[in-house]
C-alpha cells in the first residue's frame, strides 16, 4: 500500500525558516514529479512549488525567491525549505507524489502556522 506522509510542520515566528519532509513508501516505482501544495481556511489549496517529470521546478509568485522544493529520488523523500516565512504562509500543507507508474498521491497534510 503506498503511503505519503508530510511532516516538520509547526509554529514558527514571521522571518523564521521551516523544512518540510514529504517520505513515500509502498511503491516499486521511482518519483516522477512532486508539488507541495498548502490550503488555508476558507481558501481553496494551491499549488506551491513543484519539481515536473522533466526536472524543473516551478513555485508561486507568493514564495518565489523564499522557498526551495528538493527530492531524494533515492530515499523518495521531498523536502520544502520555507524562508522568511509571513503569517500570510499559515495553511495546510500536502505532499502530492506521482510515481512513474501507479498514480499519484496524497499525503494528510501538515500544519504551519506563521505568527506575526
Not at 514558527?12 to 519532509?21: H, I, M
Not at 523536502?79 to 498521491?105: H, I, R, W
Amino acid at each position: 500500500q503506498v503511503r505519503v506522509v508530510e511532516s516538520g510542520g509547526g509554529l514558527v515566528q514571521a522571518g523564521g525558516s521551516l523544512r518540510l519532509s514529504c517520505a513515500a513508501s509502498g511503491s516499486i516505482f521511482r518519483i516522477n514529479a512532486m508539488g507541495w501544495y498548502r490550503q488555508a481556511p476558507g481558501k481553496q489549496r494551491e499549488l506551491v512549488a513543484e519539481t515536473t517529470s522533466g526536472g524543473t521546478t516551478n513555485y508561486a509568485d507568493s514564495v518565489k525567491g523564499r522557498f526551495t522544493i528538493s527530492r531524494d529520488n533515492a530515499k523518495k523523500t521531498g523536502y520544502l525549505q520555507m524562508n522568511s516565512v509571513k503569517p500570510e504562509d499559515t495553511a495546510v500543507y500536502y505532499c502530492n507524489v506521482v510515481f512513474t507508474y501507479g498514480g499519484d498521491y496524497w499525503g494528510q497534510g501538515t500544519q504551519v502556522t506563521v505568527s506575526s
